[in-house]
Protein backbone atom coordinates (compact mmCIF):
# COMPACT_ATOMS: atom_id res chain seq x y z
CA UNK A 1 0.00 0.00 0.00
CA UNK A 2 1.42 3.15 -0.61
CA UNK A 3 0.14 6.55 -0.19
CA UNK A 4 0.09 8.84 -2.90
CA UNK A 5 0.49 12.97 -2.07
CA UNK A 6 1.28 15.86 -4.34
CA UNK A 7 2.43 18.75 -2.57
CA UNK A 8 5.40 20.61 -2.56
CA UNK A 9 8.43 19.08 -0.26
CA UNK A 10 12.00 20.50 -1.03
CA UNK A 11 13.48 17.71 0.95
CA UNK A 12 11.74 14.91 -0.97
CA UNK A 13 12.43 16.78 -3.94
CA UNK A 14 16.18 17.44 -3.16
CA UNK A 15 16.58 13.39 -1.82
CA UNK A 16 14.79 12.34 -5.52
CA UNK A 17 17.25 14.40 -7.32
CA UNK A 18 19.79 12.38 -5.40
CA UNK A 19 18.53 8.61 -6.10
CA UNK A 20 18.27 9.66 -9.75
CA UNK A 21 21.17 11.05 -10.20
CA UNK A 22 22.98 8.31 -8.54
CA UNK A 23 20.65 5.61 -10.58
CA UNK A 24 21.77 7.82 -13.78
CA UNK A 25 25.23 7.21 -12.67
CA UNK A 26 25.04 3.65 -12.17
CA UNK A 27 23.20 2.83 -15.35
CA UNK A 28 25.09 5.37 -18.14
CA UNK A 29 29.07 5.47 -18.56
CA UNK A 30 29.02 8.64 -19.68
CA UNK A 31 27.28 9.86 -16.28
CA UNK A 32 29.91 7.90 -14.61
CA UNK A 33 32.77 9.54 -16.61
CA UNK A 34 31.19 12.94 -15.45
CA UNK A 35 31.06 12.31 -11.54
CA UNK A 36 33.55 14.44 -9.59
CA UNK A 37 34.56 16.73 -12.66
CA UNK A 38 33.75 20.40 -13.05
CA UNK A 39 31.76 19.80 -16.05
CA UNK A 40 29.12 18.04 -13.52
CA UNK A 41 28.52 21.23 -11.95
CA UNK A 42 25.47 23.27 -13.84
CA UNK A 43 27.58 27.28 -14.34
CA UNK A 44 25.37 29.70 -14.49
CA UNK A 45 26.38 32.06 -17.41
CA UNK A 46 24.92 36.05 -17.92
CA UNK A 47 25.22 38.75 -20.18
CA UNK A 48 23.97 41.91 -19.58
CA UNK A 49 23.73 44.78 -21.82
CA UNK A 50 23.20 48.10 -19.34
CA UNK A 51 22.16 51.61 -21.12
CA UNK A 52 23.96 54.73 -21.02
CA UNK A 53 21.77 55.78 -17.54
CA UNK A 54 22.66 52.31 -15.75
CA UNK A 55 19.07 50.57 -16.68
CA UNK A 56 18.48 47.33 -18.21
CA UNK A 57 18.60 47.41 -21.78
CA UNK A 58 18.51 43.65 -22.35
CA UNK A 59 20.25 40.25 -21.31
CA UNK A 60 20.59 36.51 -21.29
CA UNK A 61 20.34 34.31 -18.30
CA UNK A 62 21.57 30.31 -18.99
CA UNK A 63 23.81 27.82 -17.76
CA UNK A 64 26.48 25.40 -18.85
CA UNK A 65 26.55 22.05 -18.04
CA UNK A 66 28.85 19.36 -19.41
CA UNK A 67 29.73 20.73 -22.47
CA UNK A 68 26.22 22.80 -23.36
CA UNK A 69 25.19 26.42 -23.28
CA UNK A 70 21.58 26.13 -22.10
CA UNK A 71 20.33 29.63 -22.66
CA UNK A 72 17.18 30.22 -20.59
CA UNK A 73 16.22 33.55 -21.23
CA UNK A 74 17.21 36.35 -23.64
CA UNK A 75 15.41 39.57 -23.76
CA UNK A 76 15.81 42.99 -25.19
CA UNK A 77 13.86 46.00 -24.18
CA UNK A 78 11.81 47.26 -26.90
CA UNK A 79 14.08 50.54 -27.45
CA UNK A 80 16.69 48.91 -28.52
CA UNK A 81 15.29 46.47 -30.83
CA UNK A 82 16.34 45.84 -34.34
CA UNK A 83 19.78 47.40 -33.86
CA UNK A 84 21.82 43.88 -32.99
CA UNK A 85 21.62 43.81 -29.44
CA UNK A 86 20.38 40.47 -29.02
CA UNK A 87 22.66 39.14 -31.34
CA UNK A 88 25.72 40.42 -29.26
CA UNK A 89 24.44 38.93 -26.00
CA UNK A 90 23.75 35.81 -27.52
CA UNK A 91 27.34 35.68 -29.62
CA UNK A 92 28.68 36.66 -26.18
CA UNK A 93 27.16 33.94 -24.34
CA UNK A 94 27.89 31.50 -27.01
CA UNK A 95 31.77 32.46 -27.16
CA UNK A 96 32.03 32.56 -23.16
CA UNK A 97 30.66 29.04 -23.17
CA UNK A 98 32.61 28.10 -26.17
CA UNK A 99 35.79 29.59 -25.12
CA UNK A 100 36.10 29.31 -21.51
CA UNK A 101 34.16 26.83 -20.68
CA UNK A 102 35.10 24.06 -23.40
CA UNK A 103 31.18 23.34 -24.56
CA UNK A 104 30.38 22.35 -27.90
CA UNK A 105 26.86 22.94 -27.81
CA UNK A 106 24.29 25.13 -27.46
CA UNK A 107 19.90 24.73 -26.83
CA UNK A 108 17.35 26.68 -26.33
CA UNK A 109 13.44 27.04 -26.34
CA UNK A 110 11.59 29.77 -27.77
CA UNK A 111 7.87 29.80 -28.44
CA UNK A 112 6.55 30.83 -32.01
CA UNK A 113 5.60 34.37 -31.29
CA UNK A 114 8.83 35.04 -30.11
CA UNK A 115 12.28 34.49 -31.74
CA UNK A 116 12.26 31.36 -33.83
CA UNK A 117 13.35 33.23 -37.21
CA UNK A 118 16.22 34.86 -35.14
CA UNK A 119 17.52 31.41 -33.48
CA UNK A 120 17.60 30.14 -37.15
CA UNK A 121 19.50 33.36 -38.30
CA UNK A 122 22.24 32.47 -36.13
CA UNK A 123 22.78 29.18 -36.89
CA UNK A 124 20.55 27.03 -34.61
CA UNK A 125 18.31 24.28 -36.02
CA UNK A 126 14.71 22.70 -34.72
CA UNK A 127 14.87 19.44 -33.25
CA UNK A 128 11.62 19.98 -31.44
CA UNK A 129 8.13 21.05 -31.84
CA UNK A 130 5.75 20.95 -29.52
CA UNK A 131 1.90 22.39 -31.01
CA UNK A 132 -0.64 24.01 -28.14
CA UNK A 133 2.33 24.38 -25.56
CA UNK A 134 0.51 26.07 -24.46
CA UNK A 135 -2.66 25.82 -26.11
CA UNK A 136 -2.87 27.73 -29.56
CA UNK A 137 1.25 28.42 -28.72
CA UNK A 138 4.17 26.30 -30.56
CA UNK A 139 7.49 25.57 -28.83
CA UNK A 140 10.60 24.49 -30.86
CA UNK A 141 13.55 23.16 -29.17
CA UNK A 142 16.74 24.28 -31.24
CA UNK A 143 20.26 23.38 -31.00
CA UNK A 144 23.54 24.92 -32.29
CA UNK A 145 26.99 22.99 -32.62
CA UNK A 146 29.41 25.70 -31.18
CA UNK A 147 32.29 24.83 -33.26
Known amino acids: MFRIEAEVDKDR ?3 LRSRLR ?3 TAASPEFAA ?17 DASGGLAGGL ?3 TWTTWLHVAYLWV ?5 GAGLGSRLLLR ?17 TWDFQAPRFYRRHG ?5 AIPDYPPGVTEYTL ?5
Open 13 to 15: RDL
Open 22 to 24: DSN
Open 34 to 50: LRGTPAERELPLHVWAV
Open 77 to 81: DERHR
Open 61 to 63: VGH
Open 143 to 147: IKPLG
Open 93 to 109: AERVARDERGCRGARLE
Open 124 to 128: YKVVC
